[in-house]
């Protein structure tokens, strides 16, 4: 179910009905069946198990092709948490609105999916 941005699962097919019916009562519903893609988020439900992978690998790879960063070299710590950014070093050029833009993307990945690099986003911002 999706409805403007939102994401509806229930483990129980009754209770989804239910949940859909009294949402349709107040607003227009379209219901798009079982989601593989939600808001830049690939969603993978196993049946059998009825366990949920929610991943963003498109979405980093695409961001990474956009900023032409494609054969950059992973690192298993995003920042160390004493470092400073020193602003006025520019190793790479690029405009205030490429930063922004490349701040606002990553942002929007920590927010949804990697708490882990938050703390570096927030620096770099």
Same mark, same amino acid.
Request: charged share 25%.
């Given at each position: 179910v999706y409805v403007d941005d939102l994401l509806i699962a229930c483990s129980?097919? $009754?209770q989804m009905q239910q949940i859909k019916s009294?949402?349709?009562k107040e607003v227009?519903?379209?219901?798009k069946g079982a989601v593989q893609y939600f808001l830049s988020m690939e969603i993978d439900r196993d049946g059998e198990?009825?366990?949920?992978c929610v991943g963003q690998k498109s979405y980093?790879? $695409?961001?990474l092709s956009?900023?032409?960063m494609e054969n950059c070299r992973p690192i298993a710590t995003p920042l160390d948490t004493g470092h400073q950014v020193n602003c006025k070093e520019r190793k790479y050029k690029s405009t205030q609105m490429q930063y922004q833009s490349l701040i606002g993307s990553l942002m929007y990945l920590a927010v949804c999916m990697?708490?882990?690099i938050l703390h570096s986003v927030c620096k770099l911002a």
């Amino acid at each position: 179910v999706y409805v403007d941005d939102l994401l509806i699962a229930c483990s129980d097919h $009754k209770q989804m009905q239910q949940i859909k019916s009294a949402i349709s009562k107040e607003v227009k519903i379209v219901d798009k069946g079982a989601v593989q893609y939600f808001l830049s988020m690939e969603i993978d439900r196993d049946g059998e198990t009825g366990s949920i992978c929610v991943g963003q690998k498109s979405y980093i790879q $695409k961001m990474l092709s956009e900023y032409n960063m494609e054969n950059c070299r992973p690192i298993a710590t995003p920042l160390d948490t004493g470092h400073q950014v020193n602003c006025k070093e520019r190793k790479y050029k690029s405009t205030q609105m490429q930063y922004q833009s490349l701040i606002g993307s990553l942002m929007y990945l920590a927010v949804c999916m990697r708490a882990d690099i938050l703390h570096s986003v927030c620096k770099l911002a």
